[in-house]
């Protein structure tokens, strides 16, 4: 054999064997069959695993500086936690009346996956496994947008999917061919009456959906354009922070730093002010601080009486942003926080984790997460569902 031939024979081989890791096919980036299973490790104090038990939930948290989602539930008193492999993901909303996922991956070009439980697998005569379906969550279409959006929150209107393009200083309709529509935006980022879009001026980052964008309110860092940009280590930020009626799209709340992941909840307007580690809900024009938690706030969700709200580390580089958090004390987690007493009511912290983004639920019975197990992938399984799956 001469030596280009074994060259090419020794290339055909090394082709023949990439993309075979189902990770890489469905999150359509390489490097994810090398996610590192330390940054998964995880330390549950108090009742957590109780409270997930007690609520009958599935609870999915995007982790985006290491790249995952992560899905948490409790099955006959034992913890399961499953991931998904993902670029940057950020914001997330579940469809629970249609049982359906999106997820915002924000590199460049924003991405938007879709995912559905699995309800049965095809009968195949080239399959032996006796492996049987189950609700795992499975990626179903993934949309492409101009990575300018720079989509954060991601939210629900009827069955339209609607984000915050904070680079556009507008909350935009996402289309699935890949189109979007300007929708909302406050009144401080118009001249003229037009928007301003050309840059990102206020951090416009979250949504508290309502029945519709005119009942629903939006967190931003700033409630005017300054040559200072949320990007920049000089921005202000201390009680910079404000909340927007989609109504008047002028402030309905100030003094926060910061503010992330609105909610509404029994017509009240629930908050992270992420820059003081506290979340709390709107009152009188003001933040009622419900509880604090050791870290950055972001990430939050509303099941029954319990409030789930995730800390993220402090970067050092943008510790200017958090005046009220300990920087060398800061967690990476999700904390259960009663809603009327603040107690918190138990904790999971990942040691060697950094940031977490988003937080939403679904019932455990219509899902119990991604097809990727921790700690120890059962590849054979996954290998039947991904060949043979229906939703």
């Given at each position: 054999m001469t030596r280009a031939m074994a060259e090419?024979?020794?290339?055909?081989?090394?082709?023949?064997?990439?993309?075979?890791?189902?990770?890489?096919?469905?999150?359509?980036?390489?490097?994810?069959?090398?996610?590192?299973?330390?940054?998964?490790?995880?330390?549950?104090?108090?009742?957590?695993?109780?409270?997930l038990t007690s609520l009958g939930i599935t609870l999915f948290v995007s982790r985006e500086y290491e790249h995952l989602v992560v899905a948490m539930r409790a099955e006959g008193g034992k913890p399961r936690v499953s991931f998904f492999p993902m670029p940057h993901p950020s914001g997330m909303v579940v469809d629970r009346a249609r049982s359906r996922l999106f997820i915002a991956s924000t590199r460049n070009p924003n991405q938007v996956f879709g995912f559905r439980p699995v309800r049965g697998l095809l009968r195949r005569s080239d399959t032996t496994s006796d492996v049987e379906a189950d609700t795992t969550m499975i990626p179903v279409c993934s949309r492409y947008y101009p990575g300018s959006l720079y989509l954060h929150d991601l939210a629900l209107f009827g069955p339209d999917l609607y984000g915050n393009a904070v680079g556009h200083n507008a909350v935009v309709r996402l289309g699935a061919d890949g189109k979007f529509e300007y929708r909302w935006w406050p009144k401080c980022v118009a001249e003229?009456?037009?928007?301003?879009?050309?840059?990102?001026?206020?951090?416009?980052?979250?949504?508290?959906?309502?029945?519709?964008?005119?009942?629903s309110f939006f967190t931003a860092s700033s409630d005017h354009m300054a040559r200072r940009r949320p990007g920049h280590?000089?921005?202000?930020?201390?009680?910079?922070?404000?909340?927007?009626?989609?109504?008047?799209?002028?402030?309905?709340?100030?003094?926060?730093?910061?503010?992330?992941?609105?909610?509404?909840?029994?017509?009240?307007?629930?908050?992270?002010?992420s820059g003081y580690g506290e979340v709390g809900f709107v009152s009188d024009g003001r933040l009622e601080v419900v509880s604090r938690i050791p870290g950055w706030t972001r990430g939050l969700c509303i099941v029954n009486d319990v409030i789930f709200v995730a800390a993220s580390r402090v970067i050092p580089r943008f510790s200017c942003y958090a005046p009220g958090v300990d920087v060398a004390s800061s967690v990476c987690g999700v904390f259960a926080i009663g809603r009327e007493t603040g107690a918190i009511l138990g904790s999971l912290e990942w040691p060697r984790g950094n940031q977490v983004f988003a937080l939403d639920w679904i019932e455990q019975s219509a899902s119990g997460g991604f097809p990727f197990e921790w700690p120890r992938r059962r590849h054979g399984r996954e290998k039947q569902v991904f060949y043979s799956y229906l939703t």
């Open positions: 090419f024979d020794e290339m055909r081989a090394r082709h023949a064997a990439e993309w075979r890791d189902h990770a890489q096919v469905c999150s359509q980036w390489r490097e994810a069959a090398c996610v590192d299973p330390k940054l998964l490790h995880w330390r549950g104090r108090g009742g957590w695993w109780e409270t003229s009456g037009r928007l301003v879009r050309s840059s990102n001026f206020i951090q416009l980052n979250s949504i508290a959906a309502g029945s519709t964008l005119q009942k280590l000089n921005f202000p930020v201390d009680r910079r922070g404000v909340i927007f009626s989609g109504r008047t799209r002028e402030p309905i709340c100030t003094g926060l730093t910061r503010p992330h992941s609105a909610r509404l909840a029994e017509g009240k307007v629930w908050v992270a002010n």
